[in-house]
């Protein structure tokens, strides 16, 4: 069964149609991370899947229900992570737990403490008046302990400082290694996600492609070259995208390096000592998206 | 299950309940020096004179508190899960949205009514140490409507907070205000009686209203 | 499922609040607040005459068969109830039919008594504790008493004010008194002048579990009780008592069937004042007393009704006011149009709550049916999605106020 499955998802947002026809699934175990600008509806489409928004059009399926008459017993199985951690200000870290372990038969409760451990607070401490690192430890120990087998994280990087991050990323890591778990993430620190996913979506103009991360890195490269031209390259067909450093280039392209410069020249840009070099997914993100 | 939901409701609500109850049972001693004072220094079978056929009545003081009390437990209650977004914590817990909302609202109305019903009771006793019990049951029939609009206000409250459009909001928080004024009119004791078993059918019919804006609530987006 | 009902509910809780008051708002604003008029039997004339309000200090002037009369001519129509101006205008003595009058015995021979159906019994809230004042010769005027009485199926006891604790004195010889004379616990009506704003005390009529009528008075502080002959079988509704110093009568009695008597002084004898088809639960009486005539008014929503009488209560003459239909104006077609009905809560018969609903008439309907029209046509240009039958319900019996309500509480769809 696939985790998640979309089928021609149509949604307009102030007038605006944010996607039409929009269908993709995330298989079962698989880690996914969903990439794209701001503004490009990443926003809508989690709210969707997460069953805060009806959509007006398409089906959006999570574990087989529709996502925004997802019966209890299917909720039990997902856990959610909401944008800016959110989490109940007047509960102390032990009303948490006791509070949401009434409605998980398979709570465990150690994982929960375990990770709240790590901060070294009272368990009387007041959610309130946590940090928004802390308050991210106890929400992802709630999650944690509810054992679901779908996890689906709104910007879970969200105001949170290095450390934390870096905490949450162990957490999620040792999450993803337990059998049949997915994830569906998305997030503002791109690189977060290259020692996380294995499948990327990519969210543009209303349209999304899925692409594994491995193939993605390999497939997609970073090119180096230096070059004096007042002419600047021109994205198109070959050339995906480019960064100019004074006189240091780098373009992004599907293709091999030959190709490129050839390219390059027919556009009129001269190309001095072409070469590939290492790319991160935050850089082939900004070359296949744009900064913008 | 329940449990975990009367808990976060008691945690939201305790200080603010605490703090009502403080504040009713103050009118409450206000009201019982006041009556104490005329009755020792007037003639009491006068002040006797005024309630019985004048249909004075000497514990007005307490009239809008039961409607204070309903707005802001529902205040109390909502602002926390509303501001923010917090409502989608409890949106996605294993438990029918319906069944949450019909469980908070108890839990709601369960302190309402302890912190409406207590200062009656008192009210009660003050009249009932001066004034025959004839007289001291009518703090019964006179304060049951204004418990009543309490009750309204306290769900009508819920109802227009969870809504989320804002001119619905709006229109609601009229039709509510206008209902729940029906419970104040009339002068002397008892007045509204012969109405109450009719109004007190508003009572089911506010608290249909919390699950239309609760529903409306969630499709908008939470 | 919830869905459906919920909305129901809110529907239904915005066409109450708009019908409870946006006709109450309407009135007020176009001022629509009906006065009675003042109906009176001229003994000059041997006819009716009546005064109208027409708002503002305007009134008409005129008699039962329509003739109009300025104010100096309406009071001269009027001698006894404008008994101040004649010696003013020194027409004193007064002579008609033959008889003359000064103004002492004008004075002595007045006496006005009204009984609004609001006070009726079963029309308003009452505590059932009353103060029995003491007569004492002695003493001048009525002091209050220090304490109040009840009846139950004990007997009568006394509540003290001072220690709000029963007088068990009183108690015991007031039960026994009344076990003496054959009272029959508990009372079903009491009836009495609770107020010692009266020119002296007559005590309480109370009407026992058997319907025997007893007058129950306090003189000295012991009991003056009298078992009077009142037919037990009078199916009393309600009694007032109204202490006067012409010492004709005690007071009224009306009975469930709408028989309206006074008891006289002599004896309790009970003379019946003879109208037809009076309501004392929705209707308001008035008996107004001169030297020469008693005149029985009764008002009801459809009009007033007047009956004089001689000295001995044999009906004389009578006449109806019809009151005029203050929907009848623009005004009020606006209002039925807009606003088809009412849900009313006070009313002026009554001194509690009454639950009332009133319709509209034909222009009611027409409002209903142009509001329906006005519905299907927004709905067809706005939507495309097909009409809600549960909208359409709500606009094809409540007219304008389903339309609002719709209109605001509209149906849950996405998009929207």
């Known amino acids: 069964m696939n985790a998640i499955e979309v089928h021609n998802l149509s949604h307009q947002y102030n007038g605006r149609t944010v996607y039409q026809d929009l269908t993709f699934t995330v298989p079962q175990g698989s880690i996914c991370g969903l990439l794209g600008k701001n503004g490009q509806g990443k926003t809508t489409l989690v709210n969707i899947l997460m069953g805060f928004l009806k959509p007006a059009a398409g089906s959006c399926l999570v574990l087989g229900e529709n996502s925004h008459s997802l019966p209890p017993d299917v909720r039990r199985r997902v856990g959610l992570l909401h944008e800016g951690h959110q989490a109940y200000e007047f509960m102390t870290i032990a009303q948490t737990e006791r509070f949401f372990r009434g409605f998980y038969p398979d709570w465990n409760a150690d994982i929960f403490f375990s990770l709240v451990k790590k901060m070294g607070l009272s368990h009387r401490h007041r959610v309130g008046n946590m940090s928004c690192g802390q308050r991210s430890q106890v929400v992802l120990g709630v999650i944690m302990a509810q054992n679901p087998d779908l996890l689906i994280l709104d910007d879970y990087s969200m105001g949170l400082d290095a450390g934390y991050r870096r905490l949450f990323l162990d957490v999620l890591h040792d999450f993803a290694a337990m059998e049949g778990k997915t994830i569906f993430v998305t997030s503002h620190i791109v690189q977060d996600l290259e020692q996380l996913v294995d499948t990327i979506f990519f969210l543009d103009q209303g349209r999304i492609t899925r692409t594994g991360l491995k193939e993605f890195l390999t497939s997609f490269k970073k090119y180096v070259f230096f070059s004096n031209t007042g002419t600047v390259p021109l994205e198109d067909e070959v050339i995906k995208g480019f960064e100019r450093r004074r006189d240091r280039f780098t373009v992004y392209s599907y293709q091999d390096p030959d190709t490129v410069t050839e390219q390059l020249t027919r556009q009129g840009v001269e190309v001095r000592d072409l070469h590939r070099a290492d790319m991160t997914l935050e850089d082939g993100f900004i070359g296949l998206m744009g900064k913008y | 299950m329940i449990s975990s939901v009367l808990l976060k409701e008691w945690l939201k609500l305790k200080y603010f309940f605490t703090g009502v109850l403080v504040l009713n049972i103050g009118v409450c001693l206000k009201i019982y020096f006041e009556i104490r004072g005329l009755i020792l220094s007037e003639h009491p079978e006068m002040i006797w004179y005024e309630a019985i056929h004048l249909h004075n009545i000497f514990f007005r003081d307490i009239m809008f508190f039961p409607l204070a009390t309903g707005l802001i437990l529902a205040a109390a209650q909502l602002v926390p899960e509303i501001s923010r977004r917090r409502m989608r914590i409890s949106l996605h817990l294993p438990l029918h949205r319906d069944l949450l909302l019909v469980l908070s609202v108890a839990a709601g109305l369960l302190f309402f009514l302890i912190a409406a019903g207590i200062p009656a009771v008192f009210i009660y006793f003050t009249m009932r140490a001066w004034f025959p019990y004839e007289v001291s049951l009518t703090v019964f029939t006179t304060m049951g409507p204004w418990v009543l609009a309490g009750i309204l206000g306290y769900l009508g409250g819920i109802a227009v907070l969870l809504e989320p459009l804002k001119t619905r909001k709006v229109f609601l928080a009229i039709v509510f205000s206008v209902i729940i004024s029906v419970m104040y009119t009339g002068v002397g004791y008892g007045w509204l009686s012969p109405a109450m078993p009719y109004l007190a059918w508003l009572a089911p019919l506010f608290l249909l209203c919390v699950f239309s804006s609760g529903h409306r609530f969630q499709q908008r987006g939470a | ?416």
């Open chain 3, 1 to 416: 499922m919830t869905g459906l009902v919920s909305r129901l509910s809110m529907l239904i809780l915005a066409v109450m609040a708009m019908s409870y008051i946006l006709p109450a708002a309407f009135d007020k604003v176009a001022g629509r607040k009906a006065e009675e008029p003042l109906l009176f039997f001229s003994p000059v004339l041997q006819k009716f005459v009546y005064q109208e309000s027409l708002g503002g200090h305007r009134f008409i002037y005129a008699d039962e068969d329509g003739v109009h009369y300025d104010r100096q001519e309406f009071e001269a129509l009027l001698p006894f109830l404008y008994h101040r101006s004649l010696k003013i205008h020194d027409l004193l003595p007064l002579v008609i039919d033959g008889q003359s009058f000064e103004l002492e015995d004008i004075r002595a021979g007045r006496q006005a008594v009204e009984i609004k159906s609001r006070q009726v019994k079963v029309n308003r809230q009452q505590i059932d504790l009353y103060p029995l004042f003491n007569n004492d010769p002695g003493v001048p005027m009525i002091p209050f008493p220090e304490d109040v009485f009840r009846i139950t199926h004990k007997g009568m006891e006394f509540i003290n004010a001072d220690y709000n604790r029963i007088d068990s004195e009183l108690t015991r010889d007031f039960t026994e008194a009344l076990r003496d004379k054959g009272f029959v616990f508990p009372a079903e009506v009491i009836s009495g002048n609770p107020t010692n704003l009266k020119p002296f005390d007559e005590g309480y009529f109370i009407r026992d579990a058997s319907g025997q009528v007893f007058h129950v008075k306090r003189v000295r502080n012991q009991p003056a009780i009298v078992r009077t002959d009142i037919e037990p079988g009078l199916d009393i509704l309600d009694m007032v008592i109204s202490e006067n110093r012409r010492m004709e009568f005690y007071g009224a009695v009306f009975t469930t069937q709408g028989d309206i008597f006074l008891i006289s002084y002599d004896d309790y004898r009970l003379i019946r004042i003879p109208v037809d088809n009076f309501d004392p639960r929705s209707m308001d009486f008035k008996l107004i007393i001169n030297p020469l005539y008693r005149t029985a008014v009764i008002s009801s929503h459809k009009g007033i009704y007047g009956l004089a009488m001689d000295r001995d209560y044999s009906a004389v003459h009578d006449f109806f006011l019809e009151r005029p239909a203050p929907e009848a104006g623009f005004a009020g077609r606006v209002r039925d149009f807009f606003l088809p009905f009412q849900i009313i809560l006070t009313s002026e018969r009554l001194d509690q709550a009454g639950l009332g609903l009133r319709t509209g008439g034909p222009w009611s309907v027409a409002g209903v049916i142009t509001a329906l029209v006005l519905f299907l046509v927004m709905n067809r240009s706005i939507r495309t999605r097909p009409t809600k039958k549960m909208d359409l319900l709500a606009v094809l019996l409540t007219g304008f106020f389903g339309l609002v309500a719709v209109g605001f509480i509209r149906d849950d769809h996405p998009g929207e």
